[in-house]
């Protein structure tokens, strides 16, 4: 029968969806659900690969993967945002520290820690279950990893320590409005480098994105990728 309330049709949406998902990697997955009163977050297994996706009422949003990795092929990326990310911070050769704001799934952070052993991260994350969730992948926190649950803007707000690279992980475009970009700019080294990445979640309009980020155009040299 049909479903009889948006409730009912929502959740066989995002069963299709997964269904639709699971014929794709062809292979049957499981999937994990973590609750907060902050956001929904849902990980589908499929093997040795997770996939983590944030819900927020539209079914749609399945096909929207906040991360997705293998934890025994942390090299590979499965997300094109990746690339150009991890490409951003090779312009800064050696460096000591980095401010990480959204944790997502860990893919960065444990890529950044094989091949830069003894670099200091400060992770701020708003939802403590972001973490739980992103562990479910494969995420391993160290010593050298200091995840602070703290608003980002507030953050940088208030933050006395300067560092090598920043990086601004966020799930949408909203989630800038709070952030004051000179507040980046104090924290960031002369020569380093800040990297950015949202999703759109549909957005069309070039002009609308460009309103988003005019404030830290404004404070450092931004260089996209459309």
């Not at 990980?43 to 997705?68: H, K, P, V, Y």
């Not at 479910?136 to 560092?163: E, H, L």
Request: hydrophobic share 40%; proline share 2%; charged share 25%.
């Amino acid at each position: 029968p049909e479903p009889t309330n948006n409730t009912e049709k929502l959740k066989d949406k995002i069963e299709k969806y997964s269904q639709k998902i699971n014929k794709l990697l062809n292979q049957e997955g499981d999937t994990y659900t973590f609750k907060s009163a902050i956001s929904t977050i849902h990980i589908d297994a499929f093997g040795d690969r997770f996939r983590m996706w944030f819900e927020t009422g539209r079914a749609e949003d399945i096909e929207l993967s906040q991360s997705n990795y293998n934890v025994n092929d942390i090299d590979k990326f499965y997300l094109i945002y990746m690339n150009f990310m991890y490409t951003f911070l090779c312009y800064i050769g050696k460096f000591n520290n980095i401010l990480m704001i959204g944790l997502g799934g860990g893919q960065l952070q444990m890529l950044l820690r094989k091949y830069h052993a003894d670099l200091q991260m400060d992770i701020i994350e708003i939802d403590p279950v972001v973490e739980q969730a992103a562990s479910k992948m494969g995420f391993s926190k160290d010593n050298k990893m200091n995840i602070v649950f703290a608003d980002g803007s507030k953050f940088c707000k208030t933050a006395d320590k300067i560092y090598d690279a920043i990086v601004i992980d966020l799930d949408n475009l909203s989630s800038f409005d709070n952030f004051d970009f000179g507040d980046v700019a104090r924290i960031l080294d002369i020569n380093g480098v800040c990297t950015i990445n949202s999703c759109q979640y549909g957005l069309t309009s070039d002009d609308v994105l460009s309103s988003k980020l005019k404030p830290f155009s404004l404070t450092l040299p931004v260089f996209r990728n459309k």
